[in-house]
């Protein structure tokens, strides 16, 4: 499974999504969030949602230096905390931005493709694909 982002041009940069995935992770703010909703100039210019593609060949996984990000079947990966040890290679290695830094344990958050935020965008921007 993994998160796409299917009718861009339907974001209106409410960031409920972005509260949705921090809410999963037991936070109230966007601490936690693995997704990203940026303005590319207000609403007459629209806005980009950045989240985990699932690459089949993931950058982020072949720059970790410790195994901490293991290949997903199907594309994406795993990240084992226990391995990691802080290093922040796989945020510079993702092409599109959608490894986020949680400063609180100095590690990663990648999205898990759970779906969680999926019904909180009240425009279907998002979609779980199996």
Do not use: H, Q
Not at 115 to 126: A, D, E, F, I, K
């Amino acid at each position: 499974m993994k998160l796409v982002v299917v009718e861009t041009e339907k974001c209106i940069g409410c960031e409920s999504c972005m509260f949705a995935c921090s809410r999963r992770a037991g936070e109230g703010g966007l601490s936690k969030t693995c997704i990203s909703v940026r303005s590319v100039g207000g609403m007459e210019r629209g806005f980009v949602v950045v989240v985990c593609r699932a690459c089949e060949d993931p950058p982020c996984a072949n720059v970790c230096p410790t195994g901490a990000l293991e290949r997903r079947k199907g594309g994406g990966v795993v990240f084992r905390s226990s391995k990691c040890n802080g290093c922040p290679y796989c945020v510079s290695a993702c092409p599109i931005g959608a490894v986020f830094w949680d400063s609180e344990s100095n590690k990663p958050m990648i999205c898990v493709a759970c779906g969680y935020c999926v019904p909180y965008c009240p425009y279907g921007v998002l979609e779980i694909e199996k």
